[in-house]
């Protein structure tokens, strides 16, 4: 007797990315087995999730933002519901400013029309400065916004338990036998697989020549005296409020390591920084560390096997996870069940094929 399941897609990775994909295949009525064996040392679990609309040294706008961050607080809001959780809101951010070099950058970027969804005229730090070292001045942006990535993967995984199938287990490369129509992997057979195993995916036989780099952050996990603030501050670490009353700190980015675990050095960096933005003391509860998929060229990977017309890749989402995210999520299940296009800058076929 043949005891084959069948389901549509097999999605191996229940992170960001595997969940956002899921999401967008369900809607258009896919039956999908999710692989993922639920560890908690991965870059969605160890992220803050925070969304920053304008970065960096020069405050320019993130890659894309205008189109990505409604398309993403939509989603999230809609898987909300689905879900019957809340872990999007909404957050302004505060920006340190720490000389009058940078205010005033600061002030020319704020006639730019380009930037007046983002950026306020006037900033009110009042609920952070009481545990603060003084700072010269603060930058304050609209548009940003948190997804408690935590509570979005645990109720995203109850969920596909319950309406899909979920195998809580890695994925076995050597037991997906590509011989017949449809794959075969274990009992199940499918149409077609993607691969979303964020840095891991260094390790896919298929996908093993892509140009990942992987940016290694250390995390900490602590607490504070006083009522708690809404919004993210960006000093010279990332401090988020939250919900359980604590805060996460972070990060650092590391390029070289021999694992993922926590590093006593990530541990120093981050206390040294902690030491130079807090004056209140603070207790560390926790320290946490992950490896972000990034990519050589910072973009997305998404795409299908050379050879291997049923194999695919969604991967690469980086430092920007929560923002880009639900927008490739969507594009890639259109390339999948109606054959659109893919943005040429995240189409894996912009890398030489050797290299693959
Ligand atoms: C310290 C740190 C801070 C960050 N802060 C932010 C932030 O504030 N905002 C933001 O937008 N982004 C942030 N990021 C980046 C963000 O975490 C990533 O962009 C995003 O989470 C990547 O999601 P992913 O699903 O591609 O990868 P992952 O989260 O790594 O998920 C991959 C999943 O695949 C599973 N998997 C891998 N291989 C297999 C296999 N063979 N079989 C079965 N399962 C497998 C893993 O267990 C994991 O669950 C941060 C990352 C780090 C490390």
């Not at 960001?16 to 064996?37: E, I, N, R, T, Y």
């Not at 320019?60 to 961050?69: A, G, N, Y």
């Not at 050379?306 to 969604?314: D, G, K, M, R, V």
Request: hydrophobic share 40%; glycine share 8%.
């Amino acid at each position: 007797m043949n005891m084959q399941r069948q389901v549509d897609f097999i999605i191996v990775g229940q992170g960001l990315a595997g969940s956002l994909l899921a999401f967008f295949l369900h809607k258009q009525g896919k039956k999908l087995l999710l692989v993922d064996p639920g560890r908690e040392d991965t870059a969605s679990r160890v992220a803050a999730g925070v969304i920053n609309p304008v970065t960096g040294r020069h405050y320019v706008k993130s890659w894309r933002i205008d189109e990505f961050l409604p398309f993403a607080r939509q989603t999230y809001r809609e898987m909300e519901s689905l879900l019957g959780a809340q872990f999007y809101s909404d957050r302004n951010v505060l920006r340190a400013l720490f000389s009058t070099v940078e205010e005033n950058n600061w002030n020319a970027k704020l006639g730019d029309p380009g930037y007046a969804a983002y950026m306020l005229p006037k900033a009110d730090p009042a609920e952070w400065p009481s545990t603060l070292q003084p700072v010269h001045a603060f930058g304050e942006l609209a548009g940003g916004a948190q997804v408690n990535l935590a509570r979005f993967l645990e109720s995203f995984r109850a969920w596909i338990a319950q309406n899909h199938t979920l195998v809580r287990d890695h994925f076995e490369y050597e037991d997906l036998d590509r011989s017949g129509e449809l794959l075969r992997y274990k009992e199940w057979s499918a149409r077609a697989i993607v691969f979303c195993e964020g840095y891991s995916a260094k390790n896919n036989p298929y996908f093993a020549g892509l140009p990942y780099e992987g940016a290694k952050g250390d995390v900490l996990h602590i607490s504070l005296p006083g009522p708690q603030p809404q919004k993210l501050l960006r000093h010279h670490l990332f401090l988020v409020p939250l919900e359980d009353g604590t805060y996460w700190a972070g990060s650092n980015y590391v390029w070289t390591y021999k694992d993922q675990l926590p590093a006593p050095e990530g541990k120093q960096w981050l206390t040294n920084q902690l030491g130079r933005i807090l004056k209140a003391p603070y207790e560390i509860l926790d320290h946490k560390a992950a490896i972000r998929p990034t990519v050589k060229d910072r973009r997305p990977l998404l795409g299908v096997h050379p050879t291997f017309s049923n194999i695919f890749i969604f991967n690469g989402l980086g430092t920007k996870g929560a923002s880009q995210g639900p927008f490739f999520a969507r594009q890639m299940a259109d390339f999948l069940n109606h054959n659109e296009a893919l943005d040429p800058e995240v189409d894996i076929r912009r890398f030489d094929a050797k290299t693959r």
